[in-house]
């Protein structure tokens, strides 16, 4: 199971919009930061396929300006 951290920064003025796509998506953990333009996201898959569905969900988000994985693992 893929499990990766990334942090994410929105558009300018688009965080909430941001958070509001992320909250949905039932792989994605959310943790905004309280003082900066800032997400801190954890994602968690079952399969390959599920964490390239995962990629292209996040890739469609318009909001999305940036996404940085900061560490990434996989368990048998």
């Known amino acids: 199971m893929p499990i990766k951290s990334y942090l994410v920064h929105p ?7 941001l958070i509001k796509a992320l909250s949905v998506i039932d792989q994605c953990q959310i943790v905004p930061a309280e003082n900066k333009d800032l997400i801190v996201l954890v994602t968690d898959t079952e399969t390959g396929k599920e964490e390239e569905n995962l990629k292209e969900k996040l890739e469609a ?8 994985m900061v560490s990434g693992f996989n368990t048998p």
Do not use: C, N, P, W
Not at 11 to 17: I, L, M
């Open 61 to 68: 988000i318009e909001s999305l300006k940036l996404l940085a």
């Open 11 to 17: 558009h300018r003025g688009r965080k909430k919009e």
